[in-house]
């Protein structure tokens, strides 16, 4: 066992349990967690005192810190057109959060009925969907509404979306199958997707208001 210093072994321990949770599952043994960072279990326990206690710091440190509040700002940005912002977000939120570990703890998570997920959704509809939901009504002609009036059938349509990108990296990191377009393409796709999906229920939704007869697409 190699002695570090306290900060240098919690941040081993952190990174190892990372990739160890990623490939085991929230269901992997401590000890197991232990032995494949060649420490003992008391010395894990004397950083992290519990189970519960390593993955909420994992989860922090991997989903919660690795959120850029900038994206927030970008979305509502109206000197940058509406479909250029949205494929700014993505292209950032696919490099910053969607990696192999990030996308295997949050399907673990899921199944494991951990609360996680719940915190993870609440963050991007709060912070990214309503937002973008409010643009989109403008960018069509519907005029601004505050973001806690937007429908769930917006929340939805912007799910839809997500899941498109979402999907495309589980492939790769759930299932280890090939991808076939550039990660640029899907997200244009998500875009046109996007825009025709949701132009289309604002009509449905206010079919009293004319709508702008406009594309969204980078």
Known sequence: MVYLRRAERRAQIIAGATAFFAQQG????????????????????????????????????????????SWSELIIDQQIPLAKRIGQFYKAFDQE????????LFVFSGLGGQTYNQLIFDQITSQIFRPLCVELRKFFGFGSVDPRQITL?????????????FYYRQRQHIYSLPVYAEVDHIIRHMIIYMGQTISRLLVMLYPEESIKKRILKL
Do not use: C
């Open 97 to 104: 959060i969607l990696n192999r570990d990030w996308v295997r």
């Open 26 to 69: 929230l269901s992997g043994q401590l000890r197991d967690l232990a032995k494949s960072l060649d420490i003992t279990q008391p010395l894990l326990y004397r950083y992290f005192p519990s189970k519960k206690h390593l993955l909420d710091t994992i989860f922090e440190e991997l989903f919660f810190k690795s959120w850029d509040d």
């Open 153 to 165: 059938q917006e929340i939805e349509v912007m799910l839809e979306t997500h899941g498109i990108l």
